[in-house]
Nanobody
Framework: QLQLVESGGGLVQPGGSLTLSCAAS????????IGWFRQAPGKEREAVSC????????NYADSVKGRFTISRDNAKNTVYLQMNSLKPEDTAVYYC??????????WGKGTLVTVSS
């Protein structure tokens, strides 16, 4: 079964940190660019960060720049999102997306991040 599974979400206080993981099963991520997206209650899904298949290129939304870091370990078939200095407005369900150069893409089911005191 081809799937992406996010993990690492949870409840954290403002200013805290979390690391999200996106693991692939049934296929290898080597040839896929990976994006992290999030959707807060009542809002549209938005792009947070992305990383190229080689890991040599990354991009971040302005709202998370300097606080979040995306990385990948192709040997572990996993992509990470390190989130520091979390704010209440970072509260959302976080999804990862794997996009192949040929246009095939996969979505995970998401992991909930709640930033609250």
């Amino acid at each position: 079964q081809l799937q992406l599974v996010e993990s690492g979400g949870g409840l954290v206080q403002p200013g805290g940190s979390l690391t999200l993981s996106c693991a692939a099963s049934g296929f290898t991520l080597d040839d896929y660019g990976i994006g992290w997206f999030r959707q807060a209650p009542g809002k549209e899904r938005e792009a947070v960060s992305c990383i190229s298949s080689s890991g040599g290129s990354t991009n971040y939304a302005d709202s998370v720049k300097g606080r979040f870091t995306i990385s990948r370990d192709n040997a572990k078939n996993t992509v990470y999102l390190q989130m520091n200095s979390l704010k209440p407005e970072d509260t959302a369900v976080y999804y990862c997306n794997a996009l192949h150069i040929g246009g095939i893409d996969y979505w995970g089911k998401g992991t909930l991040v709640t930033v609250s005191s």
